[in-house]
């Protein structure tokens, strides 16, 4: 049985990912994600009222033609967490292929609404929720099992497709958080064991290769968030934290930071309200109970109204546009287009860092800099990464002990730093640490 990978996105840029699995007659296809700079460059892109042809010619979403070729039948879609650029191109794609599609229960959801909102294409695909430590029998021959790991998004797996011939493990995207805020740390008995029983190929994230050492743990953000926050209990002015709208681990300690020192928590912007609303649905998280969110642009603007007259002092905002997006709730607070006044010693806090883009940059700068002329004071780096760093690549490849390794979910310079990496472990380029780019087919010897 042949075993064959299609890199169709992901290869050459963070974002769109899209990665097949051929063995033998049978495909699984893994995350179908959207890149999200591409759309803001067009800044009147409807996503949902888009062609996919469009936004393929915009390099928005994987360009799957690539998957006309090739021999077989697409047997699942499988998605390891609800991030845009994994899940953000199902609705343009997903009809194309006869296939269920299987995530995590957290990540179902947030493509059930996706696929709900979307306006050009009929999705009929069934979804299939299944729990990190679960498999599912995918053919005869292969099994795909869901290994619990950490990320910046709740209920984030590494997906392992048993074969004949080994096991093929997509890490993408992941970090070995020992002590995180929600969950519990990865699973390093299940993946041990994985490398025991061999693993043919890996395919790993590199986002942060060339951070030395281990990435610090969520529940040091939670610390540099507690300590700036509760350092202003007796503050009198206003006080606004923006972070990751999917990053319900950081909400859940924001909130309680804010409840901790008498304000009321309020969750700003449609996204804000998607990702919380549905993680407490789900009892994935539990918010301070005086916290209160709110979606829709008109609604947002009232709860402001509501604010400036109560008295700014009372409230602690949790709004998006920590990377300067257009039509964002701080980026809108910093042009003065919302009933809410920032004045002179007022606070904001970015609980994030800079997607490194020079789009975001020049976003960032900009209403970073409209916020000074407000007299607002700034704290910045109030955050740790959702993703591995050298040492925890390091600690993961000899618990997998990999035959191949392909280095995705990146440009070249993080791929090129990856094969650089595994060549100090005794890889060698294109011989079994292999470059990818966007639409390669590669086949994977024993």
Not at 29 to 49: K, P, S, T
Not at 241 to 260: D, G, M, P, Q, Y
Not at 403 to 421: D, K, R, V
């Amino acid at each position: 049985m042949e075993i064959e990978v299609i890199t169709v996105g992901g290869y050459e840029e963070v974002g769109r990912n899209m990665t097949a699995v051929r063995c033998g007659k049978d495909i699984v296809i893994f995350d179908m994600g959207l890149r999200l700079d591409r759309i803001m460059i067009h800044e009147d892109a409807e996503v949902e009222n888009m062609h996919s042809l469009d936004l393929i010619q915009m390099k928005a979403i994987p360009d799957d033609t690539v998957m006309n070729g090739i021999e077989g039948t697409v047997r699942a879609i499988v998605c390891t967490h609800g991030h845009l650029d994994h899940i953000g191109a199902l609705p343009k794609l997903a009809h194309r292929y006869n296939a269920p599609i299987i995530s995590t229960p957290y990540t179902t959801e947030l493509i059930r609404q996706q696929i709900a909102g979307e306006q050009k294409f009929g999705v009929n695909n069934k979804l299939f929720a299944l729990k990190a430590g679960g498999k599912y029998t995918i053919s005869q021959n292969l099994t795909l099992e869901f290994v619990r790991t950490q990320h910046s998004i709740i209920d984030s797996v590494m997906a392992v497709l048993h074969t004949p011939h080994g096991a093929v493990v997509y890490a993408n995207d992941f970090k070995l958080d020992r002590t995180p805020v929600i969950g519990e740390p990865p699973d390093f008995a299940r993946l041990t064991q994985i490398g025991k029983e061999g693993v043919l190929l890996l395919i790993t994230e590199c986002v942060n290769i060339s951070s030395k050492g281990r990435a610090p743990s969520e529940r040091i953000a939670r610390d540099l968030v507690r300590d700036v926050i509760t350092s202003f209990e007796d503050d009198k002015n206003a006080i606004l934290v923006t972070t990751f709208s999917s990053h319900v681990a950081r909400l859940k300690t924001i909130t309680e930071c804010a409840h901790e020192i008498g304000r009321k928590p309020v969750l700003l912007g449609r996204s804000m309200e998607r990702y919380s609303t549905t993680a407490e649905q789900m009892k994935l998280v539990a918010f301070p109970r005086s916290t209160s969110v709110f979606g829709n642009r008109r609604t947002v603007d009232r709860i402001f109204r509501r604010m400036m007259k109560e008295g700014k002092e009372k409230f602690m905002p949790i709004i998006t546009g920590h990377q300067g997006e257009p039509g964002s709730v701080l980026t809108r607070i910093g042009a003065g287009d919302t009933p809410y006044r920032l004045e002179k010693g007022d606070k904001v806090l970015f609980s994030a860092k800079v997607i490194p883009n020079p789009m975001n940059y020049g976003q960032r700068y900009l209403t970073e800099t409209r916020l000074r002329m407000t007299g607002a004071r700034i704290f910045d780096e109030l955050h740790v990464t959702g993703h591995a760093y050298r040492e925890d690549h390091y600690d993961f490849i000899h618990m997998l002990n990999p035959q191949h390794i392909i280095p995705s979910h990146g440009g070249l310079e993080m791929t090129a730093a990856y094969a650089e990496f595994a060549s100090e472990l005794g890889y060698t380029l294109q011989k079994d640490v292999h470059l990818m780019t966007n639409g390669q087919r590669l086949l994977v010897h024993k």
